[in-house]
């Protein structure tokens, strides 16, 4: 059967096509549908792109095109995100894939999520028929590669509260340097509220350590002892498992040294 | 379904089967085998090539989304007689082993350096952090960095 594709010149067409075709898959960057079809051997039979859509690649403070590419990004505006865009596979995936196929692909591992976890950014989805909704994140990824996206829709971008801390540090863990999915990922922000600490591949979403953020946000000097403790709270609060690229202790352990080493960095 | 692309200078036209990467096509419908099949899931950058000004990997592209689009293989970068300097400098530095990942290697290298003449060795380590080279031919090929980069000067 061959496969139907559409080229979407703009956001009316995509969403008319999505409305059209509720189950064809979107294909933007192609860094992870392509990798499907080529070692999956899948074989999508209907595929809306969104290559050409100019208005998902806006990108301003507040508000980020869901078809912004990391190698966009890795320039700003957002330092927190920016790091975490430099750590995204290899310059050949950066200039191809998209925040929107890492929200929409919503693995544990995406190395954008922490960010948008700390930020307490929303996503925003359109449809042709219901027009927009804006879903907190909390809402809207809910397990692995599962979010609560409906099959009409589609993401539009990632929209960013206006009094994010200018103190933002990721870093992730993984076995080399480039081209490498995280075995644990962190992302601190600090403001005047206090602490902020997201972590990636430790559950089955991005998750908060909110116990650990009320543990240090309650201390008015962060000593040595305050970030042992702050360190053993992130340890025990994540919920990782054993797989074929960590194992849950390690990730346990790992979870703690990063959001410690992070605190510490962003507190300088 | 048929699309039509710029390749190496010249307006193409091809058919394509279903979600077939632009990499197959590139080599099967093109008859442009220089671009190499590895990994295919765009790990490796042995099939690297220039999509729209982008070292991107052509593994990853769908080929009828590259429709209308303008792509640069290694074949377009130099000829047997007449190589890019960078070309010239892996053969001078011994840069090539097996010589897989290589023309992934050459595009790469060749895009860094028509965007940045006088890359730093960071900038260079990073240009090349998505090309894996088996052999571990590394240094020899940051070697023919520093001698293109120093002819440039």
């Known amino acids: 059967m061959a496969m139907e594709f559409v080229a979407a010149r703009d956001l009316d067409d995509a969403l008319a096509a999505k409305a059209q075709q509720p189950d064809a898959e979107l294909l933007a960057g192609g860094t992870d549908l392509m990798v499907e079809v080529n070692l999956a051997h899948h074989r999508p039979s209907q595929v809306i792109s969104l290559r050409r859509v100019a208005e998902l690649r806006e990108v301003t403070r507040s508000r980020i095109g869901s078809g912004a590419r990391w190698s966009r990004l890795e320039q700003g505006p957002h330092r927190g995100l920016a790091q975490a865009a430099r750590t995204v596979g290899s310059p050949q995936i950066r200039a191809a894939g998209t925040i929107g196929g890492n929200v929409g692909t919503a693995s544990p591992a995406g190395d954008g999520l922490p960010w948008i976890a700390a930020a307490d950014a929303s996503i925003e989805i359109r449809s042709a028929e219901r027009g927009t909704r804006v879903v907190p994140w909390r809402e809207f990824f809910t397990g692995v590669k599962r979010t609560s996206i409906q099959p009409d829709e589609i993401i539009t971008a990632v929209v960013v509260p206006d009094d994010l801390p200018e103190h933002q540090e990721f870093a992730k863990v993984g076995v080399r340097n480039a081209m490498v999915i995280s075995t644990v990922s962190c992302l601190v922000m600090r403001g005047h509220d206090g602490f902020r600490v997201a972590l990636g591949s430790v559950a089955p979403t991005p998750i908060r350590a909110t116990r650990a953020e009320q543990m240090i946000n309650a201390e008015s000097t962060i000593s040595e002892t305050v970030l042992d403790e702050f360190a053993r709270i992130v340890s025990q609060e994540v919920k990782p498992i054993t797989d074929h690229r960590s194992t849950e202790g390690y990730r346990r352990h790992a979870a703690g040294v990063l959001a410690r080493r992070l605190v510490e960095r962003s507190a300088r | 379904m048929n699309i039509r692309i710029k390749v190496n200078g010249e307006e193409r036209s091809v058919d394509v089967a279903g979600a077939d990467s632009l990499l197959t096509v590139l080599r099967n419908g093109l008859d442009l085998p220089g671009t190499k099949d590895a990994c295919e899931q765009g790990e490796c950058g042995s099939c690297t090539v220039i999509f729209d000004d982008e070292a991107i990997c052509s593994c990853l592209v769908m080929a009828v989304d ?22 010239e400098a892996m053969l001078a530095e011994g840069g090539v082993q097996c010589g897989f990942c290589t023309p992934g290697v050459v595009v790469a290298g060749s895009h860094l350096l028509a965007e940045n003449p006088a890359p730093s060795e960071i900038e260079i380590r990073e240009a090349l952090s998505g090309n894996i080279c088996r052999c571990t ?17």
Not at chain 2, 69 to 81: A, K, N, P, R
Not at chain 2, 137 to 153: H, N, S
């Open chain 2, 66 to 87: 590259a429709d209308g689009s303008e792509v640069t293989t290694v074949e377009g970068l130099g000829s047997e007689d007449d190589l890019h300097p960078f070309q």
């Open chain 2, 137 to 153: 031919g590394y240094g020899a090929i940051l070697r023919a960095f520093e001698t293109v980069t120093r002819e440039d000067a």
